[in-house]
């Protein structure tokens, strides 16, 4: 319930705007009642013990009390007597009554550790391998007859070749779903194709390390997520290097590195906290803009980095990118004309197949014939 209320207060501004409150109500209205079932059913079963207990308890004080009311009348028993026992007998039960209230609790903490320990076991199915083949290390990354499919569904990718050399600037174009992500995510690694090798250097990317891969592949998305803390956490975030720095050292560092003028952006520089809707979408961008540049990546994907924000802040952000070595391969994702226009190679991606596109005009050009043929 408390899922569906936070789901529902998030999008408020949706609801609002396409009128659908009688949604909200309704799907409240359903969930509530589904959570007053459970309640209920738990409740009954979690807290049926104690009255259990209390009754027991009861019933052998009054078998006790008349018991020995009868043997005191045949002078068998003294009444102090009668008093220990039934003293001894309240005692005796307390602590049943206290572990059966502590029944409902220690089900729901069983119950939350069940849906944790569920995440915390998952394991991560990219395995490293040990291999020492190695191509021609010309190429920066290489994608050799690379196909991959999600589960369940149609090949995204279907026996892709092609190289991405040092210091050039690559944009991926195509139609929404044509697997432009998918590829940005494969050079990544974020997972492994099915069929087909991918070599970074010259060796199999599945021989680097998690720590090894990172340290050259550097990834924007289009919506950045930031962590609680300060401007400066998020900038350092994962970045050994600096992890030491102070605020002042960091950022005389980044005037240094002609960035100083991005951190006046924020009213209190890089102590800034950062909170929930604290800071503006341009705000995220260009954290992780600085986060993915001091750690200097050989590759920086940016997968839509600047479709969601003013010509302004864009302009600060390709500063930015100007200033990485030149060594560095960039791989825009972009839908933006001006994003894609400086490119060194374009590359049309859809149907399963990588096409260069050769120049802007000839990328346009296939871009509206898709839209034509669907």
């Keep these: ?47 049926i013990f104690t009255p259990l207990y209390t009754l027991s308890s009861n019933v052998a004080q009054i078998i006790v009390l008349f018991y020995g009311i009868y043997l005191i009348s045949t002078g068998q028993f003294l009444v102090g007597l009668l008093i220990s026992y039934l003293t001894y007998l309240s005692r005796f039960y307390d602590p049943i009554r206290q572990i059966a209230s502590l029944w409902s609790s220690f089900q729901l903490a069983i119950a939350s550790w069940d849906r944790i320990s569920e995440i915390l076991s998952l394991e991560s199915d990219l395995e490293i ?19 991959f499919c999600y589960p369940d569904g149609d090949d995204v990718l279907k026996k892709i070749n092609f190289n991405l050399d040092y210091g050039k600037t690559y944009a991926l174009v195509g139609p929404t779903g044509g697997g432009k992500t998918t590829t940005a995510s494969l050079m990544a690694r974020l997972f492994d194709p099915n069929k087909g090798t991918i070599y970074l ?27 609680s803390g300060t401007i400066k956490d998020n900038i350092l975030y994962g ?32 102590d800034t906290p950062v ?18 540049f001091l750690r200097h990546p050989d590759i920086l ?23 990485l070595p030149e060594k560095t391969t960039k ?24 096409t260069p596109a050769g120049s802007l005009d000839h990328a346009i050009k296939m871009l509206l014939e898709q839209k034509r043929e669907s």
Excluded: C, W
Excluded at 18 to 28: S, T
Excluded at 275 to 292: E, V, W, Y
């Design 331 to 354: 791989v825009i994702i972009a839908h933006r004309l001006n994003t894609i226009a400086n490119a060194d190679e374009i590359y049309f991606i859809n149907s399963g197949k990588i």
């Design 239 to 270: 970045n050994d290097l600096y992890q030491d720095y102070t605020s002042e050292k960091l950022e005389s560092l980044l005037r240094e590195l002609e960035l100083g003028s991005l951190i006046k952006r924020f009213d209190q520089g890089l």
């Design 301 to 323: 994907i940016l997968d839509e980095a600047t479709a969601n924000i003013d010509t302004v802040t864009e302009k600060m952000l390709d500063e930015i990118l100007d200033k």
């Design 275 to 292: 909170l929930k809707d604290s800071i503006s979408l341009g705000q995220r961008q260009i954290i992780a803009f600085i986060r993915a």
């Design 1 to 47: 319930m408390s899922s569906e209320i936070q789901e529902s207060l998030e999008n408020f501004k949706v609801i609002i705007a396409f009128n659908r409150r009688d949604y909200f109500r309704e799907r409240f209205t359903e969930v509530n009642e589904t959570n007053f079932s459970a309640a209920v059913s738990a409740g009954i079963a979690n807290n």
């Design 201 to 227: 250097e010259g060796k199999d990317i599945r021989n680097y390390t998690d720590a090894e891969r990172t340290k050259k592949i550097g990834f924007i998305l289009q919506e950045p997520f930031m962590f």
């Design 129 to 147: 391998i040990s291999s020492n083949t190695l191509k021609k290390a010309d190429p920066l990354l290489t994608f050799k007859n690379v196909s």
